[in-house]
Structure formats: structure tokens, C-alpha cells
């Protein structure tokens, strides 16, 4: 049976690292039924969750979470830049009607240029998606 392959949303991230957090129970019970998938992270998400865990939770964690999303396996580090980052552009400037921020269009763009159909994410914009060929696990939770 091949590894499911999905990326990874700062929300989904932000929610495992932070235990007060109002999903991280779901985020738990979902990272361990994935547990043999792989994880594409974009530089886009890494560089909002370690800022986030900064503000809210302190350096230290910052840095810890930081290193262990760079030190491989589960995740895989993709880096959005050239015709990635122009093409996330365009799809920010297209769907100007929705709420998406340029990170929520760049996973969008890699999605689809990777044929990658799942996102973990709590953050909804992701459901508005669904149309253009992924969809948001675990469905139905979150309000991000």
C-alpha cells in the first residue's frame, strides 16, 4: 500500500504543539492515524508556525518545533519559489472574493502541481477548495 502523502497547514501544525489549543485533541487522533504518511511542509508554513509558536508559546519551543520540522522524515521540506511562488500569486489575485491568505493559495498551487490531494488543516478556507481538487482532513473541524 503506497504512504498517503498530504500537506500540512501552519493551523494543523500550530494545534499538535499547543495542548490548550481547542483542537488538539482532534489534531492528535489524526496525526496518529497518519502516522505512516508523509507530510509535505512548504518554507511558507514553517516560517508562520515557528513565528506563531514564538509569540504564543515562548523561543524555546519556537526553536525545538523549528528543528524537528527540518530534521526529515515525516516531513518533507518544499520550498516555494520561481514558477511556484507566480503561480500561488495568480491564485491569490484571482480569488481576490475569498479570505485566502497567500500561504492558503501557495498549498493550493502545490496541491495541484504535485497531484497531492489532502491538506491537514483546522483552518475552513481549505474547504472552499474543495472544488479545485483537495480537500481539508479531518473534515469538519476547526474555524481558523
Known sequence: MPRPRLIVDTSALYALVDASDPNHPIAKETALRLRNAEYLLLDLVWVEIVTL???????????????ELLAGPP?????????????????????????????????????????VQEVFAFDHHFDQMSGLGIRRIPEGRGRR
Do not use: M
Not at 53 to 67: D, F, H, N, P, T
Open 53 to 67: 509558536v514564538k509569540r504564543a508559546l515562548g523561543s524555546e519551543l519556537a526553536i525545538q518545533v523549528g528543528q
Open 75 to 115: 516531513f518533507t521540506f518544499y520550498p516555494v519559489k520561481g514558477e511556484d511562488f507566480s503561480e500561488a500569486w495568480a491564485l491569490f489575485q484571482r480569488f481576490r472574493d475569498k479570505a485566502w491568505s497567500f500561504v492558503d493559495c501557495a498549498i493550493l498551487h502545490v496541491a495541484q502541481q504535485l497531484n
